[in-house]
């Protein structure tokens, strides 16, 4: 069983629709990302956090330390939000990421 | 003013080929790595230097061999290329000073052995 796991694998919205992606752990953590991986392969952080809640724009990213639980939220949905969306856990203050597998989101105008 | 850039960004080769891959950064950054991301989009850590201190390494075979000559630059070299190295090679960095760990990923590479 992976340390990281992510649900759903695959997700398809409609244009405007609110989005949930979720994460849940099994070890300890210092942080989690999310990450981006748009269709042509590049790789972006889109937030990390260690409690809380974080905004920027569409997308929130809240996190639950004691269920061992992250959720990704984007609002109003766009096409342009298709990509694999990544969570991933770093431990103890080290700089190695374990990832989870990934949510492909397909957005349809 | 790319970010964290790599070469090449395509890599087709034979097997038993020994092949490298050039990682540079100009952010600043004190630590960097390599993640390796296989057919089914899985990442996965490789190795990880910080100020030319290799700190993290998993098990990878010994074929492969990464190489920091200084803070801004991570190498991959790998030797006796196989058919199962097919994948998409990621180069990232971070400030760890800032204990936050915030990776920046290059463009990626992606290396076909025949």
């Known amino acids: 069983k992976n340390e990281v796991e992510q649900s759903p694998q695959n997700l398809t919205a409609q244009e405007g629709e609110f989005i949930t992606i979720n994460c849940s752990y099994s070890?300890?953590?210092?942080?989690l990302h999310w990450l981006q991986q748009h269709p042509g392969g590049g790789i972006v952080s889109l937030f990390m956090?260690?409690?809380g809640k974080k905004k920027h724009g569409r997308l929130i990213a809240t996190i639950n330390i004691q269920e061992k639980h992250s959720s990704l939220h984007i609002t109003a949905s766009h096409p342009r939000d298709s990509a694999v969306y990544i969570c991933?856990?770093?431990?103890?203050?080290?700089?190695?990421?374990?990832f989870g597998k990934g949510t492909k989101l397909t957005v349809n105008p | 003013d790319t970010a964290v850039s790599q070469t090449p960004k395509y890599l087709v080769t034979q097997m038993g080929n020994d092949k490298s891959i050039k990682c540079e950064q100009n952010l600043g950054h004190d630590t960097m790595y390599w993640y390796k991301q296989d057919s089914k989009k899985f990442l996965k850590i490789m190795f990880s230097?910080?100020?030319?201190?290799?700190?993290i390494n998993e098990t990878v075979p010994n074929r492969f061999s990464p190489k920091s000559p200084d803070k801004a630059h991570l190498n991959l070299h790998i030797n006796s290329l196989e058919l199962g190295d097919s994948a998409v090679y990621f180069c990232?960095?971070?400030?760890?000073?800032?204990?936050?760990?915030?990776?920046?990923f290059g463009p990626g590479t992606r290396l076909t052995v025949t």
């Open positions: 956090l260690s409690s």
């Open positions: 990232a960095s971070s400030l760890r000073r800032s204990s936050s760990y915030e990776q920046y």
């Open positions: 230097y910080n100020n030319k201190e290799l700190i």
């Open positions: 070890v300890g953590i210092s942080a």
């Open positions: 991933a856990v770093s431990q103890g203050g080290s700089e190695k990421l374990v």
